[in-house]
């Protein structure tokens, strides 16, 4: 619940999700963007990403995901390249369409997952926080999180191409302590 500590091994599979009422799992801090050190358009994330994949399932796969230059405002992104691992079901996205994993970026249609773990929404239910200054209410462990989207990414920008699925980098699958066997 506090987002560093792991529940142990022996409750992991009999624990509830914490979007549910009395849920005692949730998203660790270490799910968030962040740079290369190599490429400064390039960044890593996770999120959901609604599209049919030929063996059937999507679960855990990492896709490189090309955005374009502004996003809707106008606004020049920083970040126009990422490789996102897919940790969310995708279910209510639109088809070929991101749910990127950002704090403060809005709880969308699971609504009680934030309030039930850190007692806020931060932000709109869809949107999530508006500005930068609002960032700084998150919890410390999460507010370059938040910012990311300030500094380096934009509001929903659009994608530039089809993203194209890709081998899993390690520092993702470090994060996420996911990995699928089609991918070793």
Known sequence: KDGVTLIPKEEQMSGKNGCDD??????????????DSVDSELAYGFGAY??????????????????????????TLKVR?????????S??????????????????DYNKGCSN???????????????EQACCKLPEGLRSSCLFRFTM???NPGL?????RVRCPVGLIDRSGAQRKDDA
């Open 22 to 35: 009395g849920g005692n799992q949730f998203t660790c801090n270490c799910i968030q963007p962040w740079l």
């Open 160 to 164: 530039a191409s089809t993203p194209k």
């Open 81 to 89: 390249k990422m490789i996102l691992q897919n940790i969310n079901t």
């Open 117 to 131: 773990q850190w007692g806020s929404d931060w932000g709109q239910r869809f949107g999530g926080v508006d500005n």
């Open 153 to 155: 990414f934009g509001d």
């Open 91 to 108: 279910q209510g996205l639109p088809k070929g369409s991101w749910d990127f994993n950002l704090a403060g970026g809005g709880v969308g």
């Open 50 to 75: 609604n599209i049919h994949d030929p063996d059937g399932t999507i679960e855990n796969t990492c896709w490189y995901v090309e955005f374009l230059p502004q996003d809707p405002n106008g606004k």
